[in-house]
Structures are given as structure tokens and as C-alpha cells.
């Protein structure tokens, strides 16, 4: 394929298939109705997010790339998503079209190599001197002295405090990668193992399954356990201070080789899963493990199927 493309059209025909198929299934055609098109370019204008708000509530989005159709997802209130019939539930589930709350599969693992640290910058990332503020739920008014996490686990309950986290954290060099294009890279973190911590709260931690990490706000990302567990961190400092609050005071996790949708800032629950979940991102067609150096930004596909359509 040679030229340029304007996939304008073939993004807004797929977001267009994508409602329809829900209107089928709903009987609802006017309540998906797209409200209110935009167009969104991410990671250095090489994805385009085609949204529109939906009469019905909630949202529908085709990610594309380079005219290819990367992802498409819906995301609906409860109460809509409980009328949809059955072989339309069948047809979501075959794989362009995400439901609300879970993974459509079990999400498949390309067997490449992972980035180490002084690789240079990931594909698609671009470095920036200073950290981009995002809250999704809203900066919190106030933030507590010390940290509190809540860990709920299929044997119970326990707790990593401010204590545990001081006892095991180390100041190492980190990057945070955001999956809108922007990397801080070596910056210098004061972050506890996420393992070292859980052995000293008393958890006796699986290594199958899934970390989902909520902040006191109510955004939340979900994490495979054995990434966490083998490159995961609390950290509660940064650059030789305690952690500010834009930063996610008084603990957030870093995972540097994970996208930072998963670096859940303002951290006060974990919870070890045996099943996947989708987190805030993830339900809106954000991959379910994010990791950077194979680029997992998004459900579904990967790049590389880019490059093998353009052949
Ligand atoms: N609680 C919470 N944590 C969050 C987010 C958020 O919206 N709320 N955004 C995530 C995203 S998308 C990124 S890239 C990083 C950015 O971290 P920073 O705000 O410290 O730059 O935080 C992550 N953690
Ligand atoms: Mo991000």
C-alpha cells in the first residue's frame, strides 16, 4: 500500500458497524445513536481515537491506525448492557467488539524480547523533562500523612501501612511511560517491592492471576500478579522528597515496564485476583497487561498487525 490514507471514512463506517450491532442486539437503534463525533491522535499522531458520546449513556470507540481498525469498544451503562440478547452477546465476544467488565479472551502474549533499561526510548515514546498530571477521578481535596493500603486476598484481609513500605523501600532510577506518547525517564524513586511488601503484610502471594489496584478516588488498574510481583513497586518518594500530591501521595505503584495507566496513583486497595478484570482503562479497550516494549496499548490487536496489513 503506497500514499497516504485518510481513514477518516473507514473509522466512522466501523464505529458506525459497532453501533449498529449493539442497536440489533438492543433494539434501541435511536438510544446509539453517535451524539457527538471527535477525533482524538495519540502517541505521536499514529493512533486515532473516533469517539462519540451515545444518547443511551456511556461511550463508543474504534482505535485505528493508519486506516487499520486496531480496537473498537463500547462502554454502557449496567442497565443497557443487560438487554442485550444473546447471539449479539456471541458476536461481541468473537473479538472486535468489547464488552464492559471483562477481557474477551485471555489475553495472548507475543513471545518477544522486553526492553531493558538503557535500550533508549520505546517505540512511540517521546522523553519529556516533567511529569503530565492526570486524574481521572479528580484530584483528591486532601491527602493522608501516611499510607494505608488495604489488601484483600482469597485467604482474607491485611494491611500495608507506612511502616512496611519505609522498611523496604530503596531510591532506584525508574521510567514511566504513558501510553499517549510521553515518557519521564530516570527519575529517581524511593519505591518498596510490591513483593517484599506483601510478604511483610503476611500474604502468602500466588503467582497466577491478577493484581487490581484501586485509588481512594475510585480509579483502578489491573496488573498480571507475576509482573507486579517481579518488576512492581509502592513507591512513596521522588527526586529525594516525599511523594507530592499530583504525584499520587502518599503511595502510588510503578511498574516501568508497563504503560502508566497502571501506575495507580493514590493507592489505598489492592486486590489479588485468581480472574481477570478490567480496571478504568481497560474497560474502555486499553490492553489488559500494557506492556511497553511490545506495545500493548490497546485490546485486541497489536502494531505489528499494522505493519502486516500494509503489506
Ligand atoms: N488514581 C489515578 N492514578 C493514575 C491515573 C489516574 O487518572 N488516576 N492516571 C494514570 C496515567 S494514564 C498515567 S500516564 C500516570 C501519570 O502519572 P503522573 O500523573 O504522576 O504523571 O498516572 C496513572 N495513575
Ligand atoms: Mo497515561
Redesign the pocket.
Known amino acids: 500500500m503506497t500514499g497516504r490514507i485518510d481513514s477518516r471514512d473507514e473509522a466512522r463506517a466501523a464505529l458506525e458497524g459497532l453501533l449498529r450491532l449493539l442497536g440489533e442486539g438492543l433494539g434501541l437503534e435511536d438510544g446509539l445513536e453517535a451524539a457527538d463525533y471527535s477525533v482524538e491522535l495519540l502517541a505521536r499522531r499514529r493512533f486515532t481515537v473516533h469517539s462519540t458520546p451515545l444518547r443511551s449513556g456511556g461511550e463508543a470507540r474504534v482505535v485505528e491506525a493508519r486506516g487499520v481498525v486496531l480496537a473498537a469498544a463500547a462502554v454502557l451503562p449496567a442497565s443497557v448492557m443487560a438487554r442485550i440478547d444473546a447471539s449479539t452477546r456471541e458476536r461481541l465476544e468473537k473479538g472486535t467488539v468489547l464488552r464492559v467488565g471483562d477481557a474477551v479472551e485471555p489475553p495472548v502474549y507475543l513471545p518477544r524480547p522486553v526492553l531493558e533499561p538503557g535500550d533508549g526510548e520505546p517505540a512511540g515514546q517521546k522523553a519529556i523533562p516533567r511529569?503530565?498530571?492526570?486524574?481521572?477521578?479528580g484530584l483528591p481535596k486532601t491527602v493522608p500523612s501516611g499510607a494505608a493500603i488495604r489488601v484483600y486476598t482469597p485467604q482474607g484481609t491485611t494491611m500495608i501501612d507506612q511502616r512496611i513500605l519505609e522498611e523496604t523501600a530503596e531510591w532506584l532510577v525508574l521510567d514511566?511511560?504513558?501510553?499517549?506518547g510521553?515518557s519521564?525517564e530516570g527519575k529517581l524513586w524511593l519505591a518498596a517491592p510490591l513483593r517484599e511488601a506483601l510478604r511483610l503484610a503476611g500474604v502468602s502471594v500466588p503467582w497466577e492471576g491478577w493484581l487490581l489496584a484501586r485509588?481512594?478516588?475510585g480509579?483502578a488498574?489491573v496488573v498480571p500478579l507475576e509482573e507486579a510481583l517481579e518488576h512492581g513497586y509502592i513507591a512513596v518518594g521522588l527526586e529525594g522528597k516525599p511523594l507530592g500530591r499530583?504525584?499520587?501521595a502518599p503511595a502510588?505503584?510503578v511498574l516501568p515496564r508497563l504503560?502508566?495507566?497502571?501506575?495507580?496513583?493514590?493507592?489505598t486497595e489492592i486486590h489479588l485476583l485468581e480472574a481477570y478484570t478490567d480496571g478504568?482503562?481497560e474497560a474502555r479497550g486499553y490492553h489488559e497487561r500494557g506492556l511497553v516494549a511490545l506495545e500493548e496499548r490497546f485490546k485486541i490487536r497489536n502494531p505489528e498487525l499494522i505493519e502486516a496489513a500494509e503489506h
Request: glycine share 8%; net charge positive.
Open positions: 511529569f503530565v498530571t492526570y486524574a481521572a477521578e514511566m511511560h504513558c501510553v499517549t510521553w519521564v485509588s481512594a478516588g480509579y488498574s499530583d504525584r499520587g502510588r505503584l504503560y502508566g495507566w497502571k501506575h495507580t496513583k493514590w493507592l478504568y482503562w
